[in-house]
Every structure is written in structure tokens, then in C-alpha cells.
């Protein structure tokens, strides 16, 4: 129950500092939970100087503190899984490769298990590049564009310059949500035209993904829910998603 409300906590956190402001029927309505828990809520991530309350509802705090914290709460959360997904990623990674990695504290994980492998890395992470700031033997090219530092990825970028003459290998990519009726999805708007050119570029796609988040709608749409060559994931699937893998020849691990 403690991982259950400290996953919630960190996704209301996230939502209310995407969205700059929200109320309270509006968290409500997006999480599914009771008006007394959501003010619960909300007081405790004030509590913490990490949003503000306001009359209806909360907003956003910009601070580099807070921003660092929010990073760091998400890596912590379901952090058994990503360690796993982030494994299996790196088991299909060989010499050579040059590979896109993309935001999300799940993506970055991918490089500690890279570090004797020698690879090109092209990546809006930035905690990608600092996990990689001390290993020579993988190249890494970062995109250009606006630091958001909610996610501590480059957003608002020209893929096309920095990447025009890489031939990708294999992008690793990830959503906030995916679902049959919703595809690869994300809640922040600024990330999605990058994830579409990269998948555009790339030879094989896999998705990352812990499988609380599949099943899931986000925010925008970036992708079809069949534009992926391999699914990443820990845990149970659902049978229904299991059938839609093996008929659109999807392999999951």
C-alpha cells in the first residue's frame, strides 16, 4: 500500500507540474480517488514544498530542488521492475550498435548495463548522459533543444539536424501509457514529435514499459499500438495483449 500511494503521489506531483495548475475535481477525475484522499494528497506534496495550494485546487513549484526530487521520487518507484526491463534491454544490445534512448528514469537505467559494451548512444536524456559520462567506450550525441527539467530530458527539439546521418539500430522508447485504443502514449506534448521521428529512423523499435502502465491511456497519442517490434516489460500481461502481440508478430520479454 506504501508503493501504491507513493506511485500516486509521484504521478499527481508530475501531473499538476505538467499542466502548471489543476484542481482538485480534476485530480479527482484523473486518478480515481475519493475527495478526502486527493486533499490528502495534496497536502502532503505541499507539505513538502513540492506544489503549492491554491483556492480549487494546486500549482506548480519550479525550483531546481524540486524539480531533482521529482526525478528522483519517479526513478524510485517501481524500481525492482525498471532494473529488470532496463536489463533485458541491454541483453539485446551488441558491439556496435548505435541506439536511441529515450526519456524516462526507466531509460536511463539502461546504461549502467551497457557499460562494458561499446555503443553509440543518441539521446534527450540527460540522466542518460551522466550515467554515461564516465564510460569511454560509448559515444553519446545529445539532441539539441529546451532542458525540461521536470523530466530531465531536451524537449522542444530539430531532431532532423543532429540526426539525419545516423542509421539507428535499435530505439528504445518509452510512454507514459499504451493501450490498444490509446498507442504509445505521453502526457507531455513537447516530447512526442522526437519520439515519432526517431521511430521513423529506426531499424527495429522497442517499447519500455513496466506493466502497470500497460493498459493505460495518456495524454497524446505518438504511435500505434502495433509500431513497435518488441515490447520490454516485467510482470503479467494481459491475455488480450498477449493475443495482439503474437498476431501483429510483436515478441515481448
Not at 533485458?88 to 524516462?104: C, L, P
Request: hydrophobic fraction near 40%; charge should be negative.
Amino acid at each position: 500500500m506504501a508503493d501504491m500511494r507513493r506511485e500516486r503521489l509521484a504521478q499527481i506531483e508530475e501531473y499538476i507540474s505538467s499542466n502548471g495548475f489543476a484542481t482538485m475535481e480534476q485530480i479527482r477525475d484523473k486518478f480515481g480517488i475519493a475527495m478526502p484522499t486527493v486533499r490528502k494528497d495534496i497536502s502532503e506534496l505541499a507539505s513538502q514544498g513540492l506544489i503549492e495550494k491554491v483556492y480549487g485546487g494546486a500549482k506548480a513549484v519550479v525550483s531546481q530542488s524540486k524539480n531533482m526530487h521529482m526525478f528522483k521520487n519517479r526513478r524510485g518507484v517501481h524500481l525492482e521492475a525498471k532494473n529488470e526491463i532496463a536489463r533485458k534491454a541491454a541483453e539485446i544490445i551488441e558491439d556496435g550498435d548505435v541506439i536511441y534512448v529515450d526519456s524516462g528514469t526507466t531509460a536511463a537505467t539502461i546504461i549502467e548495463y551497457i557499460r562494458d559494451k561499446h555503443v553509440t548512444v543518441i539521446t534527450s536524456n540527460m540522466a542518460a548522459v551522466m550515467a554515461s559520462a564516465d564510460v569511454h567506450n560509448i559515444e553519446v550525441y545529445i539532441l539539441g533543444g529546451r532542458f525540461n527539467k521536470d523530466t530531465m530530458s531536451v524537449d522542444h527539439a530539430d531532431p532532423g539536424e543532429i540526426m539525419s546521418g545516423f542509421n539507428i539500430d535499435k530505439a528504445f522508447m518509452a510512454a507514459t501509457g499504451y493501450s490498444l485504443e490509446g498507442g504509445l502514449a505521453q502526457d507531455s506534448p513537447t516530447e512526442c514529435d522526437v519520439k515519432k521521428h526517431v521511430m521513423g529512423m529506426a531499424t527495429e523499435t522497442m517499447l519500455i514499459i513496466d506493466s502497470s502502465k500497460i493498459g493505460k491511456k495518456a495524454l497524446i497519442r505518438y504511435a500505434d499500438p502495433d509500431a513497435i517490434n518488441m515490447i520490454i516489460t516485467d510482470g503479467q500481461v494481459e491475455k488480450a495483449y498477449r493475443d495482439f502481440f503474437k498476431k501483429h508478430s510483436i515478441n515481448i520479454i
